[in-house]
C-alpha cells in the first residue's frame, strides 16, 4: 500500500514536503516516483528514487526546486518542495515500479513501469 500525506495550503514562494508510507509487499519496490496532475493536465512525473541504491532524479522544469528522499528504517518516502509557485498546484501522487504492468513513465534519465499507486495529496500554493 501506498499512503501519501502532507498536503496543503502554501503561500508562493514557501515549502511543503508531502510523505509517501510504503506498506506491505511494496516495500520491495525498484523504484518509488512522485507525480503529480494539476486541472485539465496530464498527470507528470516529478522526481523518483531507485531502492538498491537510493540515486534520485528529477524533472528537468523543476529547476533544482524539489528533492525526494527516503528513510527506509520507516519505509517512507518524502518530496520536499521549495520555492513554490502556483503553477505547482496539483494533486501529488506516489508510485511504485515492482516489475509489474503498468503505466510508463521516464523521470530525468530514468524510465519505470509503475504499477502501484497512491490516492494523492492535494496541494495548493496561493495567497
Known amino acids: 500500500q501506498l499512503e501519501e500525506s502532507g498536503g496543503g495550503l502554501v503561500q508562493p514562494g514557501g515549502s511543503l514536503r508531502v510523505s509517501c508510507s510504503v506498506s506491505?509487499?511494496?516495500?520491495?519496490?525498484?523504484?518509488i516516483g512522485w507525480f503529480r496532475q494539476a486541472p485539465g493536465k496530464e498527470r507528470e512525473g516529478v522526481a523518483c528514487?531507485?531502492?538498491?541504491?537510493?540515486?534520485?532524479y528529477y524533472a528537468d522544469s523543476l529547476q533544482g526546486r524539489f528533492t525526494i528522499s527516503r528513510d527506509n528504517a520507516k519505509n517512507m518516502v518524502y518530496l520536499k518542495m521549495d520555492n513554490l509557485k502556483p503553477e505547482d498546484t496539483a494533486i501529488y501522487y506516489c508510485?511504485?515500479?515492482?516489475?509489474?504492468?503498468?503505466?510508463?513513465?521516464?523521470?530525468?534519465?530514468?524510465?519505470?513501469?509503475?504499477?502501484?499507486w497512491g490516492q494523492g495529496t492535494q496541494v495548493t500554493v496561493s495567497s
Open positions: 508510485a511504485a515500479d515492482l516489475g509489474g504492468p503498468g503505466i510508463l513513465f521516464t523521470i530525468g534519465t530514468l524510465t519505470g513501469i509503475y504499477d502501484q
Open positions: 506491505g509487499f511494496i516495500v520491495n519496490y525498484d523504484i
Open positions: 528514487i531507485r531502492n538498491h541504491d537510493g540515486s534520485t
